[in-house]
């Protein structure tokens, strides 16, 4: 079984290590990310990348690698404190930092503004990636 992410907690003397269950397809996978991607989908971009299992392109991620827990207080409010990190099984720290993708992969800002009315043509992302692919798989 192979790594996926590790959690380590404020409050635990050790990490929590989460594994694969190894089962997987062998295809070639490319993962796109920007500065938008964040939390899980940072684990799951790195997990993938750092396995062998896919290749990521755009661009660095948000770098969102803690995560929080709410408290209820005695009053009925609660306080949120963050109380664990998401380390990569490479062993990287990505809070602040992000993770960084294989190949970068700028969207033009004015198509970003317009991302959700954007063709597959025009994304330039996408088009990348699809490139990318294709030469992982050896087609073209």
Known sequence: AQVIVSVKEKSASKDTVYYSDEKHIEVPIVVIQNEETAGLAEVFSAALRDTGRATIVGTVSKGIGIGQRDFPLSD????????????TPSG???????????????????????FDTLSDEE???L???????????GIE
């Open 76 to 87: 009925g409010t609660s306080i949120r404190l963050s109380c664990y990190e998401y380390i």
């Open 92 to 114: 990287e720290h990505f809070h602040s930092v992000g993770i960084e993708p294989n190949f970068v992969s700028v969207l033009d800002p004015e198509k970003m503004a317009r």
């Open 123 to 125: 994304d330039d992302q």
């Open 127 to 137: 088009q990348f990636a699809v490139q990318k692919l294709k030469e992982i798989a």
